[in-house]
């Protein structure tokens, strides 16, 4: 059984960062091309970055672009985000997913999400 899980959402004022992480486990991380996907309060879900298999190509949505940065290691099976100069807007529950930009709602398969609130 495919598990993502991510972490190191919270609280924090805007212009600040944070650090996600997804754990993934069950299947080859390594071969999946990953996303993280947002859901702010009262809206759908939102593609905001993805990464090859690789991790030598990456893909971001214009609200996140030159603020946000995916990374992965596959030797962990770990997904990252780290996300700078945080806006109110960002506000949302993010998840990663298996699959690009293009295919990830295909797939299906994402975590329990972790919060991100910024706020001051």
């Known amino acids: 059984e495919v598990q993502l899980v991510e972490s190191g959402g919270g609280l924090v004022q805007p212009g600040g960062s944070l650090r996600l992480s997804c754990a993934a486990s069950?299947?080859?991380?390594?071969?999946?091309?990953m996303s993280w996907v947002r859901q702010a309060p009262g809206k759908g879900l939102e593609w905001v970055s993805d990464?090859?298999?690789?991790?030598?190509?990456?893909s971001y949505a214009d609200s996140v672009k030159g603020r946000f940065t995916i990374s992965r290691d596959n030797a962990k099976n770990t997904l990252y985000l780290q996300m700078n100069s945080l806006k109110p807007e960002d506000t949302a529950v993010y998840y990663c997913?298996?699959?690009?930009?293009?295919?990830?709602?295909?797939?299906?398969?994402w975590g329990q999400g972790t919060q991100v609130t910024v706020s001051s």
């Open positions: 990464i090859k298999s690789g991790g030598g190509s990456t």
């Open positions: 069950g299947c080859t991380f390594s071969i999946y091309a």
């Open positions: 997913a298996n699959g690009g930009q293009r295919i990830w709602r295909i797939i299906g398969r």
